[in-house]
């Protein structure tokens, strides 16, 4: 396959003359399975995609911070965008995150993702040295100039040490090639100036990572979640989706209520790590995958998981034994 777009995604670019969103709904930002240092737990990232899948998602995002990608070798990441890719098959957009310190590995790995059947790629700031905002513009100016998907840009300053603002947003919205932005910062008065670049951008997508904002931002105007909750319980995601964006306001309260609930696991284990060891201690407990962490991160242990464990069953879902 060439560098050129597939055909579902010249299909989702520009659609109504750029007036609608290049896409809308659940895109699940997924865990990188693994069984051993650098090696892929290849059964696990199988059944989790088709897991994935069957809860109507609308997209799957790899490589990302759920992904642990920094932590990843890129023969790694190159093998994980094949096996994706090819399993999906078109069945919803794969995103693909290319985020790096370098713009050369970055655009590689679009490269590569382009050529596996990806559909967009997606990159935030690039960390260690914090950007100014005039060299954020740049960077995004460079890293379009030589991609051959379309780009999602991701808001994640906890990670980054920037943030995207309104007026850098508004400074590269004629760049065609971006479709869109992921907003990981968790302040809603942010997410709803992002919104207002909608009259700008229409074709812009904008979702939101910390789940327990989904309702609110969908309100706001936003397009969806890329929540990691949906990796595990994707029917619960794509529920409260629905809920709110046809009117339910009763079902989407009780909806909301039973994600607050699946929430509680973030909030064990300590570091900045522990979100993603949740969400992979939560993937084991349902005999998805396995939970290793990439190096040198550790699962949780007997304890954690244990508390994972019940919170799992609270809402209802059926686990093996911690």
């Known amino acids: 396959m060439n560098h050129q777009l597939s055909n579902l995604t010249k299909a989702l670019v520009m659609p109504d003359n750029r007036r609608s969103p290049w896409l809308r709904g659940i895109v699940p930002p997924m865990i990188t399975p693994l069984k051993d240092c650098d090696v892929l737990d290849v059964a696990g990232l199988e059944?989790?995609?088709?897991?994935?899948?069957?809860?109507?998602?609308h997209g799957l995002f790899i490589l990302g911070t759920s992904g642990e990608a920094p932590n990843l070798s890129y023969r790694l990441r190159r093998e994980l965008i094949d096996r994706v890719c090819r399993q999906v098959n078109h069945r919803v957009p794969v995103l693909v995150g290319i985020t790096d310190t370098s713009l050369i590995e970055a655009r590689q790995v679009a490269r590569h993702a382009a050529n596996a059947g990806a559909d967009a790629v997606v990159?935030?700031?690039p960390y260690y040295f914090a950007a100014g905002q005039p060299e954020l513009v740049s960077f995004v100016e460079h890293l379009v100039d030589g991609l051959p998907l379309p780009l999602f840009l991701y808001n994640m300053p906890q990670m980054t040490k920037v943030q995207f603002t309104q007026e850098t947003l508004r400074r590269v919205s004629h760049l065609e090639r971006i479709i869109g932005l992921?907003?990981?910062?968790?302040d809603l008065n942010y997410f709803s100036s992002l919104v207002s670049l909608k009259q700008e951008r229409p074709d812009w997508s904008i979702f939101v990572g910390p789940e327990h904002l989904l309702a609110d931002t969908l309100r706001l105007g936003g397009d969806g979640g890329v929540n990691g909750g949906a990796i595990f319980m994707p029917e619960l995601f794509v529920d409260l989706f629905n809920a709110v964006t046809r009117g339910d306001q009763t079902n989407a309260e009780l909806?909301?209520?039973?994600?607050?609930?699946?929430?509680?696991i973030y909030s064990i284990g300590q570091h900045a790590s522990a979100v993603i060891k949740a969400m992979k201690c939560a993937c084991s407990l349902l005999n998805l995958?396995?939970?290793?962490?990439?190096?040198?991160f550790e699962a949780f242990r007997s304890p954690q998981r244990e508390q994972v464990c019940?919170?799992?069953?609270?809402?209802?879902?059926?686990?093996?034994?911690?």
């Open 47 to 57: 059944r989790l995609i088709e897991h994935i899948l069957a809860g109507g998602v």
């Open 123 to 125: 990159s935030a700031a």
């Open 182 to 186: 992921k907003d990981s910062s968790g």
């Open 255 to 264: 909806l909301q209520k039973k994600l607050l609930m699946l929430g509680q």
């Open 289 to 296: 995958c396995n939970d290793r962490m990439a190096e040198p």
């Open 310 to 322: 019940r919170v799992l069953k609270s809402v209802g879902l059926t686990v093996s034994n911690p």
